[in-house]
């Protein structure tokens, strides 16, 4: 059971002490609040000036669902490593990944936003964001009374792809994620990153919101430390009760004691 994470600041202090810690952090939900339209979630500029200056002192990853072409320009910042698509694409300074997924993953995703796009066409509250790697279906707006005609056609269009094991479906805040199988995740992208300069050696510290942010709790399990942001939870190892308390988080991290070699020391 995952314990509230300002109420043990001096064990996370106790754990980190002596090494060089690196940041993962996911965007919407974690270091924006969630909005009704995604185009609606902006980078507070406090918390900009917070990723700044952590940016500074920590390897940090932003790492979300959006397209790397969506997430670079809504954070906005040069030196940091983003990981799109959640994971399928990497960018930072040093290294450079995108996932192949193959013409058949990619025509599958094709297949299923048209087909969506057909079923769902004028109904008001859906928006199906064709991403390049894998696609967002979002209905935060929409009507609860259109969800389970909205849900029934969902489930009609996906069940072939599913059933081929071709994509997964991962629930997220009011949309439904569907990406190709390919055995890649979050978890598998920040496994790569830590393995790749700056990163390397480093003792991970992992912030979501998501039911995608799970896949990377379970790879840091033991090596890091992993905090859900909404409250109570099972998996992680730490919470937070909601997003704005994620700023006094990372404010913390921002006026830690660091040795000359960028080690966590005690005061
Ligand atoms: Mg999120």
Redesign the pocket.
């Known amino acids: 059971m995952a314990k509230y994470l300002l109420k043990d600041l001096e064990e996370i202090q106790k754990t980190v002490n002596g090494r060089k810690v690196s940041l993962f952090l996911?965007?919407?939900?974690?270091i924006t609040p969630m909005v009704g339209r995604p185009e609606d979630a902006r980078l507070s500029s406090a918390m900009k000036e917070v990723l700044k200056g952590l940016a500074r002192l920590y390897p940090l990853t932003i790492i979300s669902s959006r397209a790397l072409r969506d997430l670079k320009p809504v954070v906005g910042l040069p030196s940091i490593v983003y990981a799109g698509n959640q994971g399928l694409e990497v960018r930072g300074e040093q290294f450079t990944m995108t996932f192949d997924i193959g013409r058949d993953k990619k025509e599958e995703l094709e297949g299923i936003a048209a087909a969506l796009k057909g079923l769902l066409h004028g109904l008001r509250g859906v928006a199906i964001e064709d991403k390049g790697l894998t696609l967002s279906v979002h209905y935060r707006p929409l009507d609860t009374k259109d969800f389970p005609f909205f849900a029934e056609k969902f489930d009609e269009v996906l069940a072939g792809p599913l059933s081929r094991s071709t994509v997964k479906v991962i629930r997220?805040k009011k949309a439904f994620d569907v990406r190709p199988d390919v055995g890649w995740d979050k978890g598998r992208a920040v496994e790569w990153i830590l393995g790749r300069p700056g990163f390397s050696g480093t003792f991970p510290i992992y912030l979501?919101?998501?039911e995608s942010d799970r896949e990377a709790f379970r790879v840091l399990k033991g090596k890091g430390c992993s905090v859900f942001v909404g409250g109570a939870d099972e998996e992680a190892d730490y919470y937070l009760m909601a997003q704005d308390e994620v700023k006094t988080f990372l404010g913390w991290l921002l006026h830690r004691p660091f040795s000359a070699e960028g080690l966590f020391s005690t005061p």
Do not use: M
Request: aromatic share 12%; glycine share 22%.
């Open positions: 996911d965007y919407d939900g974690t997220s979501g919101d998501d």
